[in-house]
């Protein structure tokens, strides 16, 4: 079946990035397609802590999470394997809300203005200036432009022939809500052999816990309850966790093969957003952030373009290029090294009792993993 109308941006995949892009553009006038794979509401392997540094802009759209009940977080702790501590007030703070509810709160006001359609983008080619995308139910839809905002890892990414695609990554991640008592205030990083954990309050009163661990670890015990008990609970601070926490999910949520390879902003001539342009290390609590912020860059840089009676889409990829890599690359590089640091057992021992000797240290590290307020 062929559908004729000829969209201004097909945007594929409606997380934060993909939302955030359809709000902003169709606000301006811009006819737009969100393409999802997903009804919503649905819950997402993620550690639901979002920096403040995007609520301005958020406002601007008419995105306020606080009227869902959005928790503020003012404060960062960390632990080592062995539970050394160290807590530090966040130089910006943020906020705790499930991807639930945060999705669901900008489609609420996405599906108002743009179509959305609830399919699985398999194929998107580019002829004659325009693109064509095909869902896996044969459905192909028209547009302009393409902008990819299809998260970490997708069936696009097999076939736009992505080079993270041909590497296995070692990781996996899972992720639940539970009922238990934690400083509202507080969002932290507990770590553990082969990973960290963790934990804040959502709007809900129930903490998230959300873990990253090397397979090599996981497979040790093979189990999630077991990993929890054995391994994450040397850490005491997790060991008090997961003894004092009543699950609130029938079960935990896993995904696996979470690549932070390098990756293109631009393929194909599709503008890539969000976690589909790059996935920084998410114990630096920012890619949600980015990823809203990757949807402003592009929306303002598009904008100004799409305005100029005749203008040249080169010119745009390349700028978009650019500012990408300048607002991003530094974080990624930061994030990777933070991470690097974090899962040696001695450079994560000397690290910790350095920032507990000089706490004025851990700041400016997390300064270096965020970006400024979004105006
Ligand atoms: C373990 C873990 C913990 C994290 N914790 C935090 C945190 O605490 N704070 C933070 O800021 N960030 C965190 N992150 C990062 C954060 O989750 C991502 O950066 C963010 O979700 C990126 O948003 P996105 O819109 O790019 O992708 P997503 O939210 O993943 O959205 C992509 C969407 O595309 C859809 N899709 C995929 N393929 C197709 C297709 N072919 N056709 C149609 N639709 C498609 C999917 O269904 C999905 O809805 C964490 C990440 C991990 C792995």
Redesign the pocket.
Same mark, same amino acid.
């Given at each position: 079946m062929g559908f004729s109308k000829t969209y201004d941006v097909i945007i594929?995949? /409606?997380?934060?990035? &993909?939302l955030t892009a359809a709000l902003h553009l169709s606000q301006e006038g811009i006819q737009t397609l969100l %393409?999802? #794979?997903?009804k919503y509401p649905h819950h #997402?392997?993620?550690? @639901?802590? %979002?920096?403040n540094e995007v609520m301005p802009y958020l406002r601007s759209l008419g995105v306020d999470p606080f009227e869902k009940g959005a928790v503020e977080i003012s404060k960062f702790e960390i632990s080592s394997k062995e539970g050394k501590k160290v807590t530090t007030q966040l130089p910006l703070g943020g906020f705790g809300i499930s991807r639930y509810a945060m999705d669901l709160l900008l489609y609420d006001l996405v599906k108002e203005r743009v179509d959305v359609t609830f399919?699985?983008? @398999?194929r998107v080619s580019f002829q004659n200036n325009q693109f064509s995308v095909q869902t896996t139910n044969r459905d192909e839809y028209h547009g302009k432009f393409v902008l990819g905002?299809? /998260? #970490?890892r997708?069936?696009?990414d097999t076939t736009l022939d992505r080079k993270f695609m041909q590497q296995k990554s070692p990781w996996l991640?899972v992720k639940a809500h539970y009922a238990v008592n934690i400083p509202d205030e507080l969002v932290a990083l507990h770590n553990f052999e082969g990973g960290y954990c /963790?934990l804040s309050h959502i709007e809900t009163g129930a903490v998230n816990a959300?873990y990253?661990t090397s397979y090599k670890s996981f497979k040790r015990v093979g189990s999630i309850p077991g990993f929890q008990k054995e391994i994450m609970s040397q850490n005491p601070h997790l060991k008090t966790f997961f003894e004092h926490a009543k699950l609130l999910f029938e079960k935990p949520l896993t995904i696996s093969q %979470?690549s932070f390879e390098k990756k293109l902003p631009i393929v194909d001539h599709i503008f890539m957003i &969000?976690?589909?342009a790059g996935?920084i290390h998410?114990l630096c /609590?920012?890619?949600?952030?980015?990823?809203i912020h990757g949807a402003k860059l592009f929306s303002e840089l598009f904008l100004q373009a799409f305005r100029q009676e005749q203008f040249d889409r080169e010119d745009l990829e390349k700028a978009y290029q650019m500012k990408w890599e300048e607002t991003f690359t530094s974080r990624l590089q930061a994030g990777r090294r933070i991470q690097k640091l974090l899962l040696h057992p001695t450079t994560a021992h000397l690290g910790l009792k350095m920032v507990q000797t000089f706490p004025s240290i851990l700041p400016k590290i997390i300064k270096r993993t965020h970006g400024e307020l979004l105006i």
């Open positions: 594929v995949g /409606g997380g934060l990035a &993909g %393409i999802e #794979k997903y #997402k392997v993620c550690g @639901e802590y %979002i920096s399919a699985t983008a @398999e905002a299809f /998260g #970490k997708s069936l696009l991640a /963790g959300c990253l %979470i &969000g976690d589909s996935l998410p /609590g920012n890619g949600m952030a980015m990823a």
